[in-house]
């Protein structure tokens, strides 16, 4: 760290991928917002390869503003690497991931900043409603914190996001984390520290569109869930015990009845319901331990998470 960016008081973290649209009005209010405080601050941007103006924008800002840094990726990496990045590159004593939208209000940032001062750790904004999201994001939502909180030990609140203020010992502990599978929230859950929160309310988006989609949630919430809990596979060995169990009796029972009775040919039906119930069961079986070898696959190919093209005001080692 250089002497100069010791200095630094409050980091915020942007993930940018697209934002062209919200950047003027957000680096506009967050001014508005922490300029009073009297304070050292720098805004770190990561452009996630944005295909319009983004990091030109980013760079229009810094060249009369040197608090503003900024990392570009060579690509689109996807939130999690980006604020990943961001929080590497940080150098504040207090840091706050915020999205560059304005979903999330910045003017929670000077309570934020007392309750830390007051000795938290972790400040978290917890959204008072979910008012702002459609019924069936809100409906998908809960279900996945359900699954999630009863299958996993580490506990995940329904109603707070990224956007928090941590201090710099939690982002040190953050960046010991090397697995690939970022799920932040749940990553943050996991790192525990002395936590309080502030509530607000979420905003709809100021400008530009939300980047995502049905199935790329659908796909995050599976791999998150997988990432926090080794419970799918254990339901397994259950299931196999309790046909284990199912079939010996049965295969008992059918051997006794024989012996007593004599042969007895019909029972093709019962024998097509068990041969297809069995095959759907070892199929889900076979896509659980899938879904884990993957991540162990891509674990182990230990790519890195990002790859940094350009930086601005932002010293990298390439990792
Ligand atoms: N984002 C990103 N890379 C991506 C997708 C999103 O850096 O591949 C950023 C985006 O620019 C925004 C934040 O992540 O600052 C949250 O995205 P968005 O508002 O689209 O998500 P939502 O609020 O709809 O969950
Ligand atoms: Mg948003």
Known sequence: MSSDASKVELSLAIPCYNE???LDIFVARIREILDPLNLPYELVFVDDGSSDNTLEKLKGFRSNDRRIKILAFSRNFGKEP????????CTGNAIVPIDADLQEPPELIPEMLKLWREGYEVVTAQRSSRDSDSFTKRFTAQWFYRVFNMISSTRLPYDTGDYRLMDRKVVEAFKGISERNRFMKGIF??????????TFKREERSAGNSKFGFKKLLGFAIRSIFAFSSQPLRFLSYMGVLFSVAAFSYASFLLIRTLAFGRDVPGYASLMVAILFMGGVQLIGLGVLGEYLGHIYDEVKRRPLFIIRESHGIETHLK
């Open 20 to 22: 062209e649209a919200v």
């Open 82 to 89: 980006a604020l990943s990045a961001a929080l590497q590159h």
């Open 189 to 198: 859950a996991w790192l525990g520290f002395k936590q309080t929160s502030v």
